[in-house]
T-cell receptor, first 113, second 120 residues
Framework: SQQGEEDPQALSIQEGENATMNCSYK?????LQWYRQNSGRGLVHLIL?????REKHSGRLRVTLDTSKKSSSLLITASRAADTASYFC?????????????FGKGTHLIIQP | GAVVSQHPSRVICKSGTSVKIECRSL??????MFWYRQFPKQSLMLMAT?????????EQGVEKDKFLINHASLTLSTLTVTSAHPEDSSFYIC????????????????FGAGTRLSVL
């Protein structure tokens, strides 16, 4: 099965700075999603980008997708202390069907006030 | 947005006992739900796909007799960890996708808050 890999594994920045996280995957996908997880909690869906899209924006979030490199990036602009969380990319394999997602290892983001 | 409720949020049990975790879709019907497991500081790993009215589909390496899944209605799936042992201690999370999302936006999943299982 494919496995997403995020880097960096941990990122600590000052409030107001931009945070960039990257994700790579191994096989063809239908779409790629980014989720956020606060410590010990469930996941919250942030944004989905389809395989035929290259960039997508949602508020302070910007996601890019490069299917030739099998990679994606999540940019959070003007970070806030409340953005502190773990961020995971997740992919579903191309081919259709109701499949579970394959998650990357996650990036733990710490925003210092 | 869609809401998925998971209960209990935390359970502590003795080794050898069985633990049932419930996953409910509160405002939509879910023919398919998913169960994930997450070890500390690691990513989520898909354990099984729960299908309403039929047998669950387990991922490779997941013991179906150990992790019993029942999806008896369109809004409820349960995961029972049978004869739990300390190595089963983990964070278990369920998810579901509302119907009608279509092929282009399918697989946006809504997650329960998770259940932290501690087996003594």
């Amino acid at each position: 099965s494919q496995q997403g890999e995020e880097d960096p594994q941990a990122l600590s920045i000052q409030e107001g700075e931009n945070a960039t996280m990257n994700c790579s995957y191994k096989t063809s996908i239908n779409n790629l999603q980014w989720y956020r997880q606060n410590s010990g909690r469930g996941l919250v869906h942030l944004i989905l980008i389809r395989s035929n899209e290259r960039e997508k924006h949602s508020g302070r979030l910007r996601v890019t997708l490069d299917t030739s490199k099998k990679s994606s990036s999540l940019l959070i602009t003007a970070s806030r202390a409340a953005d502190t969380a773990s961020y995971f990319c997740a992919t579903d394999a191309a081919g259709g069907g109701a499949d579970g997602l394959t998650f990357g290892k996650g990036t733990h983001l710490i925003i210092q006030p | 947005g869609a809401v998925v409720s998971q209960h209990p949020s935390r359970v502590i049990c003795k080794s050898g006992t069985s633990v049932k975790i419930e996953c409910r879709s509160l405002d939509f019907q879910a023919t398919t739900m998913f169960w994930y497991r997450q070890f500390p500081k690691q990513s989520l790993m898909l354990m099984a796909t729960s299908n309403e009215g039929s047998k669950a589909t387990y991922e490779q390496g997941v013991e179906k007799d150990k992790f019993l899944i029942n999806h008896a209605s369109l809004t409820l799936s349960t995961l029972t960890v049978t004869s739990a042992h300390p190595e089963d201690s983990s964070f278990y999370i369920c998810s579901a996708s509302p119907p009608g999302w279509g092929s282009l936006a399918k697989n946006i999943q809504y997650f329960g808050a998770g259940t932290r299982l501690s087996v003594l």
